[in-house]
């Protein structure tokens, strides 16, 4: 049986890394650039899927969350006035290594100012370690427990907000297919029983 579930995936905008590709900066910001394009990704989906999705979702790295606060927030307004809090969830990390896709501790988290408000109580104590599920040679496995953690969810309708690499893993898409910084693809699952929970892009 086909699925009718709504998946938009979000990639964030521009960070201080994706500059000069620079791996070295630890769990970077968005830059003012990409600022910008987290407030024309607003006003782009304000009428559109900020109304109308059910969840929303983030990876934990600032460049994520940023994204979601800025990006996202009358849908965050909205489903946390219905009592649906922002779920970040550790496994849409980015895929590498590298100190620019290595979080924060759940605990430096909890006390940035910035997040004040944001639930963390979801993230492991290793979340930010790159090893076991979260090591870079694990990414598909992590993809395919993604796929069916969405796909079980109840919500029809749901925002995710992550990083191009994992991106990629998640929907199978080649590294010649680049998402853009601030770029959403929608998609819907080929099957509600299928072992892999395979994704099928609709726009």
Not at 110 to 125: A, N, P
Request: aromatic fraction near 6%.
């Amino acid at each position: 049986m086909t699925s009718d579930k709504l998946i938009h995936f979000l990639r964030h905008p521009e960070a201080e890394h994706n500059v000069n590709r620079d791996k070295s900066i630890p769990d970077p910001p968005l830059t003012l650039l990409g600022k910008q394009q987290a407030e024309r990704l607003n006003e782009s989906t304000s009428d559109n899927i900020q109304a109308t999705a059910d969840l929303l979702v983030t990876s934990p790295f600032t460049r994520a969350l940023e994204t979601t606060l800025i990006g996202l927030p009358e849908l965050k307004s909205r489903l946390e006035a219905a009592g649906q809090k922002l779920i970040v969830l550790s496994r849409l990390q980015e895929k590498g290594a590298s100190p620019c896709d290595t979080g924060k501790s759940r605990e430096v988290l909890e006390k940035t100012e910035e997040f004040e408000g944001i639930d963390f109580s979801s993230l492991e104590d290793d979340w930010n370690v790159k090893v076991g599920d979260f090591a870079p040679k694990n990414v598909a496995a992590r993809a395919k427990w993604v796929r069916k953690w969405l796909r079980a969810r109840p919500e029809r309708e749901i925002v995710v907000v992550s990083h191009t690499n994992f991106l990629r893993a998640i929907t199978y898409t080649d590294k010649s297919n680049n998402w853009e910084n601030g770029e959403i693809r929608s998609f819907t699952f080929v099957e509600d029983d299928d072992e892999d929970a395979v994704l099928r892009r609709i726009t």
